[in-house]
């Protein structure tokens, strides 16, 4: 088991309703990286955050959002929900930003469905 | 086209099976390519994980890189019904904070 630590792990929404997701990163690792991965499909990149500051951005609009807080812990924010916004969404901790590294930890992944 | 293809199979074999999970890419910028295991539900678990071509081998699994063809493989030798789970490729290019998944090939192993 990684420590990287997610919540809430399921959670159920309304359509335009605003969704907040938390992140506890592994000890000593200073990047958070949030995915999305659809049913049946695999993890897609929506952004990454090193030492409070976004860090690259996958092809999601804004109404994704993020934050790290002073101890790299994170959020997620979608606002204004759509259907297709349900999927499971992970966070990934690493110790840099590069994410071709063998110290790259998933939590288990929030569940998100939008009703 | 996706960046990173991957056939979903399902993949049924009997225990004591080789099993073979392939992967194939478009980006020729891609130096670093790993492979995870996702149980049901679950977060991906990193398996593997490799810089440019060549072998890696470990315990029973073996994860080869072939960047001429943009092809890349998982071996997992004496297969167990503990493996049965959905096998996710990934890459990234050097200095990047993105992986790219494929979209993942499950995989069941029958006693």
């Known amino acids: 088991e990684t420590g990287v630590t997610q919540s809430p792990t399921h959670l159920i929404k309304t359509r335009g309703q605003q969704v907040t997701l938390r992140c506890s990163s592994q000890?000593?690792?200073?990047?958070v990286s949030w995915y999305q991965q659809a049913l049946g499909q695999g993890p897609q990149f929506i952004f990454q955050?090193?030492?409070?500051?976004?860090?690259g951005r996958g092809n999601f609009p804004p109404r994704f959002s993020g934050l790290q807080f002073p101890n790299y812990s994170s959020e997620l924010n979608v606002n204004a929900l759509e259907l297709d916004d349900s999927a499971l969404y992970l966070c990934?901790?690493?110790?840099?930003?590069?994410?071709?590294?063998?110290?790259?930890?998933f939590g288990e992944g929030s569940w998100l469905t939008v009703v | 086209q996706k960046e990173v293809e991957q056939d979903p199979g399902p993949l049924s074999v009997p225990e004591g099976a080789i099993v073979s999970l392939n992967c194939t890419y478009s980006?020729?910028?891609?130096?670093?390519f790993m492979w995870y295991r996702q149980y049901s539900r679950k977060g991906p678990e990193l398996l593997m994980y490799?810089?440019?071509?060549g072998n890696k081998e470990d315990g029973r699994f073996t994860a080869q890189v072939d960047k001429s063809s943009k092809y890349i493989s998982l071996f997992i030798r004496d297969s167990q019904p503990s493996d049965s789970a959905t096998y996710l490729c990934?890459?990234?290019?050097?200095?990047?904070?993105?992986?790219?998944f494929g979209d993942g090939t499950t995989l069941t192993v029958k006693p």
């Open positions: 990934a890459m990234s290019v050097a200095n990047a904070g993105k992986s790219t």
């Open positions: 000890s000593g690792h200073n990047t």
């Open positions: 980006n020729s910028a891609f130096q670093y």
């Open positions: 990934a901790s690493s110790p840099g930003t590069e994410s071709s590294g063998n110290t790259i930890y």
């Open positions: 955050y090193y030492r409070e500051e976004e860090n």
């Open positions: 490799t810089y440019s071509s």
